[in-house]
């Protein structure tokens, strides 16, 4: 791993839950020694990517990502596009749906919004969303490249509840049932009593770049239901895939 990678990999340990981390919690997170972290924050301080908070001496992400985000939402503006369509379809399924977006080889949550039932399934801005046992990654996944496929299926699936997809027979199985039918399905894969279902987000080249997906209690989630949630994230994942495609090509 070049040194390039292994500092900017340290900025994926940070999120809502964790927007402040010390330096030996980070050294801990990203299995590196402390001399090692330490040089690697230093640099990434230099251009701003990184914050030291003076008082409690903990890290916290830098402004400079604040400029590059909103340079990357002026020319890709996946989140503008979505906004209407996520907030519309949540109104009326009554779920939590979100946007998760793939970077480098990571796909994590960039937009939520949240079901109005004080039973309902939260999903923070940031969460990173493991391919193997999540809707969206499932999504994701199905759309991908061969080459992407491959990556995922050779390295460690992680087992998060009992109903994890957790080998790459079983994954690569339901990858293939994920193209035919058009959108994924994870029951309690994710965390126990959640039920979700995802479509791929397209760009204007057919490349997947993210998906949107419907999250529920699985109390709420009988067999009918999500068949009508898997056809409502087709839907959705469509229009923003056109309105992406439509938006660029004006640009």
Known sequence: MSTVVKALSLLDHFDARHSEIGLADLAKLSKLDKATTRRLLVALAVKGFIEQDPATRRYRLGAALVRLARIRDATFPLIEIARPIVEGLSERTGETVHISQIAGDALSSVFVCESPHANRVSVEVGQILPFNCTASGLAFLSAASEAFQNQVLSGPLPRITPK????????????????????????????????????????????????????????????????????????????????????????
């Open 164 to 251: 994890s997809i957790a080998t790459p027979a079983a994954l690569k199985k339901r990858i293939e049932e994920t193209r035919k039918l058009g959108y994924a399905l994870s029951e309690q894969g994710f965390e126990n009593g959640v039920v979700s279902v995802a479509a791929a987000i397209m760009d204007p080249s057919g490349a997947a770049i993210g998906a949107l997906s419907i999250t529920s209690p699985a109390v709420r989630a009988d067999a009918a239901t999500l068949v009508q949630h898997g056809r409502d994230a087709c839907e959705a994942a469509a229009r923003i895939s056109a309105s992406l495609g439509g938006r660029l090509a004006a640009a």
